[in-house]
C-alpha cells in the first residue's frame, strides 16, 4: 500500500484547508485509515480516523467540530476538511493506513497556521 499526502500549506488563523491521501497498492486490504499529526519534540499523535469497517469516525478532542475526515472509495482518496484552523493545528500531517498488522503511513504534508 502506497500513501500519498497533498494540499497542505501556510494559512492565516481562522483559515481552511483540505489535505488529501491517495492510496495505491493493496487497498483492498485496508480495515483503518486516518490522519495523524506530529510537531517536533512530541509523539505524532491521532487527529481523526474511520474506525475499523469503515462504520464510524473517530476525532481527536482538539479537533472535533473543525475538522471533518471523509473519503471517495472509488477514488481510493481519503480526505481531512480543517476549519477554524487554529496556531495550535501548525503540524505535519500523515495519512495512515492499517492492513492487519502492517501500517502504511504517507511522506506527510506540512500545515502551518499563522496568528
Known amino acids: 500500500v502506497q500513501l500519498v499526502e497533498s494540499g497542505g500549506g501556510l494559512v492565516q488563523a481562522g483559515g481552511s484547508l483540505r489535505l488529501s491521501c491517495a492510496a495505491s497498492?493493496?487497498?483492498?486490504?485496508?480495515?483503518?485509515m486516518g490522519w495523524y499529526r506530529q510537531v517536533p519534540g512530541k509523539q505524532r499523535e491521532l487527529v481523526a480516523a474511520?474506525?475499523?469497517?469503515?462504520?464510524?469516525?473517530d476525532y481527536a478532542a482538539s479537533v472535533k467540530g473543525r475538522f471533518t475526515i471523509s473519503r471517495d472509495n472509488a477514488k481510493n482518496t481519503m480526505y481531512l476538511q480543517m476549519n477554524s484552523l487554529k496556531p495550535e493545528d501548525t503540524a505535519v500531517y500523515y495519512c495512515?493506513?492499517?492492513?492487519?498488522?502492517?501500517?502504511?503511513w504517507g511522506q506527510g504534508t506540512q500545515v502551518t497556521v499563522s496568528s
Open positions: 495512515n493506513a492499517r492492513s492487519g498488522l502492517f501500517n502504511y
Open positions: 497498492g493493496s487497498t483492498f486490504s485496508i480495515n483503518v
Open positions: 474511520f474506525t475499523s469497517g469503515g462504520g464510524s469516525t
